[in-house]
């Protein structure tokens, strides 16, 4: 007997901005960056070894069924970490702080 499998069983919803493929760490942009710079699935695969080819076919077809709640996706992802990264600068943590007080020591 022939049982379907939904493309979104390919993945773990753990939250709105949270996708990732199933088994994996490894969250669907990092396949759909791949693809959007021109990466062959066999490509995409050799950059991302952990995964097999019908993962990455299967997560290139849900982006192209699913492209304009992915690409809000992307932009949603791309905004938190541009926001994360700011928010490092203007507050490093302790050790950073430590590690810039000692290699200014050292360079002066």
Do not use: C, W
């Amino acid at each position: 007997m022939f049982t379907a499998i939904k493309l979104e069983d390919y993945f773990e919803f753990l939250s709105e901005d949270d996708i990732r493929l199933k088994g994996h760490r490894i969250g669907i942009e990092n396949v759909i960056d791949y693809y959007l710079e021109g990466y062959t699935p066999e490509e995409i695969l050799n950059e991302l070894p952990s995964l097999n080819l019908e993962k990455v076919y299967a997560t290139i077809t849900y982006y192209l069924h699913n492209r304009s709640e992915i690409d809000s996706y992307l932009l949603r992802l791309a905004k938190n970490k541009t926001e994360k990264y700011q928010e490092f600068l203007e507050n490093p943590s302790p050790l950073v702080q430590r590690l810039k007080k000692k290699k200014n020591s050292v360079l002066r």
